[in-house]
């Protein structure tokens, strides 16, 4: 099985910053794509960034420029740096790693259990 463990949430001011970790351990043979994605109250989950294997990155259109994504292969981590932090940032967000857990077994995607980031005025 494979664990993401997600890390660095909790109440910021607007305009301030944050730096969310998730960690993936268990039986991963190769990691892949890896990310962020978020839920406020009553919205749908949407993507915030990702990063390839290869340090392709995309964001969101709502956090370019202010977020940014990076990775450490070592230890199957992934990062978003938060500035610039604003109100409707406030939102569960939620870690995505496509992992290879061995050669024979396809690609899957598993979900860190989400951190509260909620953002005050």
């Known amino acids: 099985q494979v664990q993401l463990v997600e890390s660095g949430g909790g109440l910021v001011q607007a305009g301030g910053s944050l730096k969310l970790s998730c960690a993936a351990s268990?039986?991963?043979?190769?990691?892949?794509?890896m990310g962020w994605y978020r839920q406020a109250p009553g919205k749908q989950r949407e993507l915030v960034a990702t990063?390839?294997?290869?340090?392709?990155?995309k964001y969101g259109d709502s956090v370019n420029g202010r977020f940014t994504i990076s990775r450490d292969n070592a230890k199957n981590t992934v990062y978003l740096q938060m500035n610039s932090l604003k109100p409707e940032d406030t939102a569960v967000y939620y870690c995505?790693?496509?992992?290879?857990?061995?050669?024979?077994?396809?690609?899957?995607?598993?979900w860190g259990q989400g951190t509260q980031v909620p953002v005050s005025s």
């Open positions: 995505n790693v496509v992992v290879r857990r061995s050669p024979s077994l396809p690609v899957v995607g598993y």
């Open positions: 990063i390839s294997s290869s340090d392709n990155t």
């Open positions: 268990g039986s991963t043979f190769s990691v892949n794509a």
